[in-house]
């Protein structure tokens, strides 16, 4: 069973059914999708985040194989403002978006650092990877603060089309040595 992961600010919920009103509402927006993954359907279709859920998240959740949150502020822990997601997948084991009226506020660096915790903490996993669009200056910010490294560039699909993709990594080992160094 996956825990809530609460910090400072957040609430983080594993998604269930009922999180499909609150993505239909926040996803859909080009300032959120446009460096996702091409699989991404866009325009996102009425019923996308059901699907989703139904046919993607929940059955990989209960196989174990990935691991999703729905984020929420603890000043208002009924709205869904974005999810994220942790997978066990080669060179793709991190994933995230926020609804564009919470970007810039810190809010995906404090989730990003609670499920890494959990990544390397609980689950013990020895390295993650993560990929992204390289014009993604948020995301990339995200990586370089936590101690990422940038380990490969390419070209890939992504919903506003062919980009420059990078992929970051951290290891286990590293990720101990910087937690013990801030504490």
């Given at each position: 069973m996956q825990?809530?992961?609460?910090?400072?600010?957040?609430?983080?919920?594993?998604?269930?059914?009922?999180?499909?009103?609150?993505?239909?509402?926040?996803?859909?927006?080009?300032?959120?999708?446009?460096?996702?993954?091409?699989?991404?359907?866009?325009?996102?279709?009425?019923?996308?985040?059901?699907?989703y859920l139904q046919q993607h998240a929940l059955p990989a959740m209960?196989?174990?194989?990935?691991?999703?949150?729905?984020?929420?502020?603890?000043?208002?822990?009924?709205?869904?403002i974005g999810t994220i997601s942790l997978m066990d997948e080669h060179d793709n084991n991190r994933g995230f978006w926020l609804g564009p009226q919470w970007h810039g506020l810190g809010l995906m660096s404090e989730a990003s650092a609670a499920v890494t915790e959990y990544w390397?903490?609980?689950?013990k996993?020895?390295?993650?990877?993560?990929?992204?669009?390289?014009?993604?200056?948020?995301?990339?910010?995200?990586?370089?603060r936590t101690g990422m490294r940038l380990i490969r560039t390419d070209y890939g699909a992504f919903v506003e089309g062919t980009l420059p993709r990078e992929l970051w990594e951290m290891t286990r080992e590293e990720w101990l040595e910087a937690h013990a160094r801030a504490r």
């Amino acid at each position: 069973m996956q825990p809530t992961l609460l910090t400072e600010r957040l609430i983080l919920r594993p998604l269930t059914l009922d999180d499909a009103d609150g993505i239909q509402q926040q996803f859909p927006h080009w300032a959120v999708v446009r460096y996702l993954n091409a699989l991404v359907p866009w325009p996102y279709p009425a019923d996308g985040a059901r699907t989703y859920l139904q046919q993607h998240a929940l059955p990989a959740m209960a196989r174990g194989k990935e691991w999703h949150w729905s984020i929420r502020l603890n000043s208002a822990p009924e709205q869904l403002i974005g999810t994220i997601s942790l997978m066990d997948e080669h060179d793709n084991n991190r994933g995230f978006w926020l609804g564009p009226q919470w970007h810039g506020l810190g809010l995906m660096s404090e989730a990003s650092a609670a499920v890494t915790e959990y990544w390397f903490d609980t689950l013990k996993r020895p390295l993650l990877r993560v990929p992204k669009a390289g014009p993604n200056r948020g995301s990339r910010r995200i990586s370089e603060r936590t101690g990422m490294r940038l380990i490969r560039t390419d070209y890939g699909a992504f919903v506003e089309g062919t980009l420059p993709r990078e992929l970051w990594e951290m290891t286990r080992e590293e990720w101990l040595e910087a937690h013990a160094r801030a504490r």
